[in-house]
């Protein structure tokens, strides 16, 4: 009985978020509209409503240019070690930008215009305002949400993840993903019939959102049995001569047929990882999460830009089951094989496929897919 109906769906539509949009900006203008339908249909005085704005809109600035000097008093002892000894440059980091000071000043002579002897003076109205600011700087409550904080790390691409993927593209991807189809070619033409499906000559990359990831894949799963090695890439690289790169191929077993396919982690993964049992990191699991889905979408949009590394590759993302699942892992690639089978099933204008025949003996392969050893779970007590 095939297990098809078994097999997962694809993994990164319901857990990989998706950048953030524009909805935020689009509620504020909505809000706003509201707000000024409302007051118009109030039949407010003019006079003391635009008073009152104007007093509402001083306060606010009043509010910016404090927490800024707040800013100055400790950045000051740093401008030369972060600023080059240039205090063009830490009034820049500090204050907002420059025309703030404009409408500042602008809406602070519009206040005093209208102001019509409410027998307060300016000095009591600047000085009330300003201490509500600073009662809520030292409170603390001025701080930015965790929404915040990650939509500027996600906008400014400041994230670990961010630099994560892009060193992993950078530094091996970019090196390797190019010439594995050639490998993979190189490796057919040796042994005809094993490779199959063409759709499949990829580098398979497993994406744990847990970040365990094993050395071993053979000890995941034990449906997951390595074969051999995929042809070297050797190439000199940042002073090592004939730097060797190295991938293997494994055989996924399944009910009725043995599939072939080059698979590894994302190494990049054990540091997120290393980095949440690290205390001086402060990474948290919640953060590591995090950090991995976001790793994952950085990664996808890298390749996905790149030309040289098209149709070269497929990410696997997946979050491992709670329950003790001995051939998850081994299910989950099968999906994507299969997927990629049927790529190239409709590319072929529905031409019947072969069903996979290797050239190995039958005693390879039954070395090679051990069925003594006992299947361990793919989880991660530690997550």
Known sequence: MSREGQCPRHPSTPLIPRARGGRARCTVYLLLSLCVTALCLAGLSPLPTARTLLSHFVTLHVGVLLKAICHL???IF????????????VLSACFPLPWHGLVLLSCGSAYVALLDGDGQP???????????HLLSLALGLDKP??????????RSQQNVAHGLAWSY???????????????LEEFSRANPNVLTYKETWKLHILVPLSCEVYDDLEKADSNIQYLTDL??????????KKRVYRHSLYTIRDEDKVWLCAVEFATSLQSLYAMSQEEGAAFSREQRLEQTKLFYRSLEEILRGSKECAGTYRLIAYEESGEAESHFLSREI???????RDEEYDVSEGREQHSPSTTFSSAEL????????????????HF
Request: charge should be positive; hydrophobic fraction near 35%; glycine fraction near 4%.
């Open 334 to 340: 099968l999906w994507h094989l299969r997927q990629e």
């Open 122 to 132: 300016l000095s009591l109205h600047l000085g009330l305002a300003s201490l509500c």
């Open 231 to 240: 042809p070297e890439i050797t190439l000199t690289r940042a002073g090592i």
């Open 145 to 154: 949400s965790a929404v915040e904080v990650s939509e500027l790390a996600e």
């Open 169 to 183: 593209y950078v530094g091996y991807l970019k090196i390797v993903l190019p010439r594995v189809k050639k490998s």
């Open 78 to 89: 740093h401008i030369h070690s972060r600023y080059h000894g240039s205090f063009q440059r």
């Open 73 to 75: 008093a400790e950045e």
């Open 366 to 381: 039954n070395l090679q897919l051990s069925v003594s050893d006992r299947p361990q779970p793919l989880r991660s007590d």
